[in-house]
């Protein structure tokens, strides 16, 4: 399994995994694991990074257990700059 950081989420303990990870479309284009972002799974619906606010447009919708036991898949959040950034694009 994975190593991972456990944490309660309303009351449910929930793990965000070392592949656990968002990706950014925009100016800071790329990859980031949610653990280096200091950020839990799920991550959060908006992201402000390096000055440019991003929200959330898509995520996975995979359990800790499907995630854990799986070698070869991760899961991922997109993110978009918001409205007021997408001209920065």
Not at 28 to 55: A, F, H, R
């Amino acid at each position: 399994m994975l190593n991972s950081v456990n944490f309660t989420f309303h009351g449910i303990n929930m793990s965000t995994l070392e592949s656990d990870f968002c990706k950014f479309e925009g100016p800071d284009s790329g990859m980031v694991t949610c653990i280096k972002l200091g950020v839990e799974w799920p991550p959060p619906e908006k992201i402000n990074l390096n000055g440019t606010e991003y929200e959330r447009v898509r995520m996975s919708q995979l359990t800790d257990e499907q995630a854990g036991g799986m070698t070869h898949v991760a899961r991922g959040a997109m993110y978009t700059p918001t409205p007021d950034n997408r001209d920065l694009n």
